[in-house]
């Protein structure tokens, strides 16, 4: 296939574009997997993935830096990816096994990682966002500048804990990112369907908090636009809202067929902007890779995902006593 055309001067330098190509192929590679592994019944329970999203927690990621907190929902396989987390630890939660990250205790939507200041997965519809103020408040009480991500989709955005939680972090100038990841359909229902007011960042003006719309197939936008809120944040002014405009080429789960919207449609989207492809198109027309710099990437990726799909199918299940690990009460205390 020939590469699009793209007129577009990044604002990065080469190896920071072929990096950000890296990381949202391995999130497409490691999903598209994730979406085998389950229909050969390897992964049960539910299972959100990120397909056509990946801009959103790539770009984010790379205006962010050690010592950042990040949250979100269920659909959460890219952001975990996206901070750092090992491809193996991940794919045996996903299946269930010792090797996962919680110990195959938590499948898809319940992975956390200390080390990587990832603290969750949640399953719960914005039960995440008045977490993430909290998190953000630990840093303000702590005197860093640290900053956390708090992601949430555009149904979770008309849940009421998301309006008392944008009140009390701009009354303690919390320093938080509220990222709307607005893929347009939430689990099943357009937005224009569901709400009067489709632009979800303007509702924080009513708490007096600043924020923008940003185009989530653009990483490089996503990327401007999350230095900006972050700076904004670290100087002591946040929080801050950003509305990501994106699309997930999937259902809301495995389980969905997605009846709501067009073939055709989806297509278009995937012709015309999905997020991989224009970078590929960046790289190619401002010469910073070849066809087969892009081919060998692709082989690396791809071995990398199959890595940890092996990984996760000969990792053994938890042993029964697993059950009574990581249990916070005291033993023999009801």
């Known amino acids: 296939m020939a590469p699009r055309k793209s007129t577009k001067k990044p604002n990065v330098s080469a190896e920071e574009l072929k990096a950000y190509y890296k990381d949202m192929l391995l999130i497409r590679r490691f999903e598209e997997k994730a979406g085998q592994l389950y229909g050969m019944g390897l992964i049960g329970g539910f299972c959100h993935l990120y397909i056509g999203q990946e801009a959103v927690v790539v770009g984010l990621e790379a205006a962010s830096k050690e010592g950042d907190k990040r949250i979100t929902s269920y659909r959460d396989h890219g952001h975990m990816l996206a901070c750092g ?7 045996a939660e996903l299946t269930g096994r010792e090797g996962g990250y919680s110990k195959g205790k938590g499948g898809s939507m319940h992975m956390f990682s200390k080390e990587k200041h990832f603290y969750g997965g949640h399953g719960i519809v914005a039960a995440q966002v008045p977490l993430g103020a909290g998190l953000a ?6 005197g860093n500048d640290n900053v956390t991500f708090t992601y949430f989709g555009d149904g979770a955005a008309n849940q009421g804990q998301v309006y008392e939680a944008y009140n009390m972090a701009e009354i303690w100038n919390l320093p938080v ?3 709307i990841e607005n893929n347009q359909y939430a689990m099943g229902t357009s937005t224009q369907r569901s709400t009067h007011s ?10 007096g908090i600043k924020g923008e719309e940003v185009d989530g197939m653009d990483v490089l936008a996503v990327k401007a636009a999350g230095q900006k809120a972050v700076d904004t944040c670290r100087a002591g002014k946040g929080p801050y809202i950003l509305e990501i405009k994106t699309y997930r080429y999937r259902g809301h789960s495995m389980s969905d067929p997605a009846k709501y919207r067009t073939r055709e449609e989806v297509q278009k989207m995937r012709d015309e902007r999905d997020p991989i ?15 087969d710099d892009l081919k060998a990437i692709d082989k690396e990726i791809k071995e990398i995902v199959n890595e940890s799909a092996e990984f996760a199918k000969i990792s053994p299940e938890p ?16």
Do not use: Q
Not at 85 to 91: I, L, R
Not at 137 to 142: E, G, I
Not at 198 to 207: M, V
């Open 277 to 291: 492809e224009n970078v590929r198109s960046l790289l190619l027309t401002g010469k910073h890779a070849t066809e």
């Open 198 to 207: 489709p632009s979800y960042w303007e509702r924080g003006a009513a708490y």
């Open 177 to 179: 990112v509220f990222v």
């Open 85 to 91: 987390m090992d491809p193996k630890g991940v794919m």
């Open 319 to 334: 042993a029964l006593e697993e059950l009574w690990t990581d249990i916070y009460a005291e033993a023999g205390v009801a």
């Open 137 to 142: 408040f630990s840093d303000k009480y702590k």
